[in-house]
């Protein structure tokens, strides 16, 4: 059995233990969301966005801003989103409650509540990113609650700011994990902060750089989520809790950091988690297989409530990294490719979800499809049909003589096309597919010879047709080196390598 060393110094911890099993869980089931980074040279329009966000069943999103037309497009679609504040806005937010308000003011007031806006984050790993504008953070938080609260949104809106989990120091083993000293002048008040307005704290939790920066050390499968034998399992020696992945460690050290602080009925929410499916030659584990693993398990692990060791059956609910591949971002080939789908809409990857209902239903056994009802009277039908290849607007170029979906030449057939490519045009919204009554929802591919359907095995993913416009709004989040300190992924490649050896 493998354990890690025992530090009698840090014995005292297991005090901790009683304490932070009075931990306090979120308001509503832990959900997986999906970040919008924008950094592509082809950016979706909102609205293509949006009917993405439909068809894969994603009810919560972070954007990166707070970018009008993105929240505009998000307008009464029930989908809950996270508003940012980008980090070179953080100081002047933090030094001015004027300022403050003015930006609630216009991105937050004018768009709620036909924008089911949950969640304000202050910047992104200021801590580590920005650390001249760390001492006004606190400041900011309060200054954006206070805004809330004069329009009285405090109760449905929250704000947090994003983490880096490199500020955990010596987090293996968890129970002895604390945040590094020098951060505990802006940590703590921010803690009392999140404690009293019931907000989480966010982490940005990244296995795929505690593995990569080990050079072997830490296993591929323990960073993965894959199934791990009793004996391979990291066990903390103070507490005798087997952790079988990287991610629910991160979780827990959190957990303890603030324990270690005096909090311990703060839940933790993760803001970005993802793995890379495309790397350079020194990044021979950002592939496809390893990606979907690793977002497929990650997704299993958090809707089926597993929890972390610690407090087992309180899901953590975890934004992945990230809704597109963003082809200009700077860095490595990696920093490109963390995205679940490409910019017209087609998965990067089929995930494998299917104990984990319809979110991110890219999974072929979620598929679903609308045909015309067998019996349909052929009058409604071509009514139906000529209707959504003229006012609902879909391309029934291929139902052409001589085009790839034209035989079977019958009413019904065409039809059926017809109404798929409207049903999924408009995200499988409610309604979408009904047609007067001659139209039903089906999860049989109605795809046959050369005519494929949108939708049949992500091999026509894009919800518009033509060229979208861009949206001028960045991502200020980097999934990469700022999402570590090197100084302390070499403490924990030599805690690691004492384990592991």
């Not at 993405?52 to 989103?81: C, P, W, Y």
């Not at 993802?274 to 299993?300: H, M």
């Amino acid at each position: 059995m493998l354990r890690f060393p025992n530090k009698p110094q840090i014995m005292a911890l297991l005090l901790l233990f009683v304490l932070v099993a009075s931990l306090v869980a979120a308001d509503e089931d832990a959900f997986i969301g999906v970040n919008i980074g924008t950094d592509l040279s082809d950016m979706p329009h909102p609205t293509q966005v949006v009917a993405l966000l439909k068809a894969q069943q994603i009810r919560h999103v972070r954007l990166f801003n707070a970018d009008s037309s993105m929240l505009i497009a998000l307008a009464n679609t029930g989908i809950r989103v996270t508003v940012s504040i980008p980090n070179e806005q953080v100081l002047g937010v933090g030094q001015s409650n004027s300022t403050a308000a003015n930006w609630v003011s216009r991105n937050i007031v004018a768009h709620y509540p036909a924008t089911n806006i949950t969640t304000i984050t202050v910047g992104s790993e200021v801590l580590t990113t920005l650390p001249n504008a760390a001492p006004v953070l606190v400041n900011a938080l309060k200054f954006i609650h206070s805004a809330l609260l004069a329009s009285n949104l405090d109760r449905q809106i929250k704000v947090s700011t994003p983490l880096s989990s490199s500020i955990i120091l010596d987090s293996f083993p968890p129970s002895q994990a604390f945040f590094n000293r020098s951060w505990n002048p802006v940590l703590v008040p921010m803690l009392k902060f999140l404690q009293s307005t019931g907000s989480f704290l966010m982490l940005n939790i990244y296995p795929y750089y505690d593995y990569m920066q080990s050079n072997g050390v830490i296993p591929l499968d323990y960073t993965l989520f894959k199934p791990l034998p009793p004996n391979k399992e990291a066990v903390d020696a103070n507490t005798l809790l087997h952790y079988s992945n990287v991610f629910d460690a991160m979780v827990d050290a959190a957990y303890f950091a603030m324990a270690y602080l005096n909090f311990t009925n703060i839940p933790v929410m993760v803001t970005e988690s993802g793995w890379p499916s495309k790397g350079g030659s020194n990044e021979p584990d950002a592939t496809v297989d390893n990606a979907n693993t690793y977002n497929s398990n990650l997704i299993r692990h958090v809707l089926n409530k597993t929890g972390t060791p610690k407090h087992p059956g309180i899901a953590v609910s975890t934004y992945i990294y990230e809704l597109y591949n963003e082809d200009m971002k700077a860095g490595p080939i990696s920093e490109k490719n963390w995205g679940l789908f490409d910019a017209n809409g087609t998965p990067i990857y089929i995930l494998h979800l299917t104990e984990s209902g319809l979110v991110l239903a890219n999974d072929t056994t979620n598929q679903t499809y609308c045909a015309a009802k067998d019996g349909a009277d052929e009058k409604m039908l071509q009514a139906a049909l000529d209707w959504a290849c003229g006012p609902g607007k879909v391309d029934c170029s291929p139902l052409l003589q001589g085009k790839e979906c034209y035989e079977p030449d019958n009413v019904a057939a065409h039809s059926t096309y017809a109404f798929d490519a409207y049903y999924h045009q408009m995200g499988k919204a409610p309604g979408t597919c009904d047609f007067n009554g001659v139209a039903a929802i089906t999860t049989t591919n109605p795809s046959h010879g050369s005519c494929i359907f949108i939708g049949s095995g992500g091999k026509n993913g894009s919800f518009l047709n033509g060229t979208a416009p861009s949206m001028n709004s960045t991502s200020t989040s980097s999934a990469a080196g700022n999402a570590f300190m090197s100084s302390i992924l070499i403490i924990k490649v030599i805690i690691w390598s004492v384990f592991f050896s």
